[in-house]
């Protein structure tokens, strides 16, 4: 092979091309703790790289590691100075979460590298094999040669010796995270953003993202070819600033980790805590504020166009609309109520004009402190809404008052959002300025004891551990696009999907429980579900803030409601019965507070008879189950509502037949008698 040919399939990476060609070189090796991985990593010709292995199996061939600096490459003229092995094992326990307990094993391979002349700068790369799979990251240390640094590309790769189908969404036009995450061979994808999910074969799968996102760009991935005949190499490519640099640093300085989870099945990859366990321990010393809950929401009228956020006759916002979202709160049991358009700075084009709002300045039809007071003695509490319009110097500059404020008035949660794709009008939200303004919002929030539900965020990486007030996130297509959007809304495939890719990255404020699928404005576009996936969708889709996502009149007399208002957000387990990626889903979760269990199980298009054992409830014991589920004829396209609730005493030798109609789904609460 020619030196440009190899050049070409390496993507014009020397330390790629030596790898592929050298062999001399250093080789540490680290197994899992069940030995089940091991990974292989070294020097060699100067260049850092790693490997990763299942068994015999390999699942990544040597790929390249290291940097281009503002002054030129930091991966191709290291000599390893140091091997550095250790083991670690700990439990610790979730305010919230999918379960109560998280186990932290790994063992740990750090090599400490010094170039091999010239500046003789260090860098060390750490890498903590888990049984589920493997992060690594790279950390400069004090010294007198690097201080201040530019990092204008990371060169992390990762060469499959195959190509897989992978779902993702591509970096290069979308906005927000709000698209349609699709299937395809990694070979034939253009840009990808992390997660991106790898289904190698029917018991090979594997999720690429990165942890503890902290100061530093947004990982994104660029497929190219490897010198394997179907080998795809996917190379870090990092969200820029405006002005075309990736990073701003100072040594010391740690990046984010690169993660890879491997499992067997689809399930194994939402049960990883990996991702969780690479953030640092939590640094709040008093959690107990933190509340997860159920809220509804001054909302769905504005995306229906009942309302307005503006000023105007058909403000919602307005006192009295606002007390009888309250008054509904607390009948019902919701420990919340968004109001969204309260403030100042709607009026116009509130995109453009972020630097309009006013956080602390109410609308004079929205009496702010009456409700907060009212709100409060109905044992309900305000939701705060800050729509920035991508304004984040704006909002920065009020955040000291407008949180102080809230928390005088016993507002302890905050929707933030920044609609407009670049923040203050430069940068992108997924660049380092945009991570460095979430992580100060996040902070800020927690010195006032506000809990965060982030829209419009950069990609979510396991923060919640180290600041659990970060609730949960948008950066995902969700139920709003079943309002406007122009296709129609959300396919029936979509949530059957996003528990394997976007899920992956942390909690989603998806918005679930639309009941009323009528839309004035574009006839055509409605939740592309039955109304019994909708209540599904409340234990699919995991968020410790869960709204009931329709206006409240809605609700009224609506049998199905129950479900909604029994199903908790926060659980002390979870099981992944049965599940295809983008087919159908099966979820249980075990209540935090009682004995009991709910379930949720979700179909794409195409109806299915699943069967349940209910082999997760404890032996001997005796359940009622409350089953949801589509009733007769019903279908997404053409008769969402139809819906049957039944009872039945259940134990863990039942097995339950479960009759998913076309995009529909099963909702079951099963309470311990
Ligand atoms: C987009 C958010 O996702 C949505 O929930 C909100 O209503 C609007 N922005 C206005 O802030």
């Known amino acids: ?120 700068r260090r860098l060390s790369i750490v890498f903590r094999l888990f049984d589920d799979g493997l992060g690594f990251r790279y950390v400069f240390p004090e010294q007198e040669n690097l201080k201040q640094f530019v990092i204008m590309d990371e060169k992390t790769e990762y060469a499959f010796p195959w ?80 002005t075309g640099e990736k990073v701003f640093a100072a040594a010391p300085f740690a990046t984010p980790w690169r993660t890879i989870i491997v499992g067997k099945t689809p399930g194994d990859l939402m049960l ?59 009948k019902h049991g919701f420990s919340g109520v968004l109001v969204e358009g309260w403030n100042y700075g709607w009026d116009g084009d509130w995109t453009e004009n972020g630097d309009a709002f006013s956080f602390t300045k109410p609308y004079p039809d929205y009496d702010l402190k009456k409700l907060a007071d009212y709100a409060r003695q109905k044992g309900v509490r305000l939701i705060g809404h800050n729509e920035t319009g991508g304004a984040a110097t704006n909002y920065e500059q009020q955040l000291d008052s407008a949180y102080a404020l809230y928390r005088s008035l016993g507002i302890n949660a905050v929707k933030t959002g920044y609609v407009n794709p670049m923040l203050d009008h430069k940068e992108l939200q997924h660049s380092q300025y945009g ?142 019965p049965d599940a295809k990626i983008g087919e159908f889903v099966t979820i249980a979760r075990k209540d935090r507070n009682s004995e009991n269990w709910f379930v949720g199980s979700i179909t794409n298009a195409e109806a299915r008879t699943l069967e349940l054992p209910l082999d997760f409830l404890s032996p001997g014991a005796s359940y009622k189950a409350t089953v949801y589920e589509d009733g007769e004829g019903a279908d997404y396209k053409t008769n969402p509502y139809p819906m049957k609730i039944t009872e039945e005493e259940v134990t863990a030798d039942s097995i339950l037949t479960l009759q998913l109609a076309p995009g529909g789904g099963t909702a079951i609460r099963i309470e311990k008698l």
């Not at 600041?467 to 122009?486: C, D, F, H, I, K």
């Open 272 to 330: 990883s805590r990996l991702m969780l366990n690479l953030n640092e321990p939590c640094k709040l010393e008093d959690t107990s504020w933190i509340e997860p809950g159920r809220y509804v929401g001054i909302w769905w009228g504005m995306h229906m166009e009942k309302y307005t956020w503006a000023q105007g006759p058909k403000h919602g916002a307005t006192t009295a609309n606002t007390m009888r979202y309250i008054d509904f709160a607390a």
């Open 435 to 576: 991570v460095r303004h979430y992580r100060k919002v996040i902070v800020t929030a927690a010195r006032y004891g506000i809990m965060i539900d982030n829209h419009e965020p950069a990609m979510p990486t396991g923060l919640q551990r180290t600041y659990p007030n970060l609730m949960t996130q948008e950066g995902v297509r969700g139920q709003e696009y079943n309002a406007w959007s122009p296709d129609g809304g959300n396919p029936p495939e979509h949530t059957c999907i996003l528990p394997f890719t976007r899920g992956l990255a942390g909690p989603m404020d998806f918005t679930p429980g639309i009941f009323n699928f009528r839309n004035p404005v574009f006839p055509g576009t409605h939740p592309q579900t039955t109304l019994a996936k909708q209540l599904a969708l409340y234990v699919v889709l995991f968020s410790p803030l869960q709204m009931a996502a329709d206006m409240v009149e809605n609700y009224e007399n609506q049998p199905a409601f129950s479900f909604i208002t029994s199903c908790p957000t926060t659980w002390a387990k979870t099981i992944i």
């Open 1 to 120: 092979m020619n030196i440009d040919r190899l050049k070409r399939l390496t993507g014009n990476c020397l330390c790629a091309l030596l790898l592929t060609a050298c062999s001399s070189g250093t080789a540490e090796t680290l197994q899992s703790p069940d030995g089940r991985l091991s990974l292989t990593a070294g020097v060699k010709d100067g260049c850092p790289y790693y490997s990763l292995a299942q068994g015999t199996e390999t699942l990544i061939n040597p790929s390249a590691l290291g940097f281009i600096l503002e002054d030129g490459p930091l991966d191709d003229n290291f000599r390893l100075k140091e091997v550095r092995h250790s083991t670690f094992d700990e439990t610790w326990a979730q305010p919230w979460g999918e379960e109560v307990e998280v186990r932290n094993h790994y063992n740990e391979l750090t090599l400490d590298l010094e170039e091999r002349n010239g500046l003789k």
């Open 163 to 242: 190509d897989a189908k992978a779902w993702s969404i591509p970096t290069n036009g979308t906005k927000y995270y709000e698209a349609l995450f699709t299937a395809s061979p990694l070979s034939r994808k253009d840009t990808i953003s992390t997660p991106v999910t790898l289904e190698v074969n029917d018991s090979l799968y594997m999720v690429l993202h990165e942890a503890d996102l902290t100061d530093y760009a947004s990982l994104n991935l660029t497929p190219g070819t490897n010198k394997q005949e179907k080998g795809v190499t996917l190379r870090a490519a990092l969200t820029p600033w405006s």
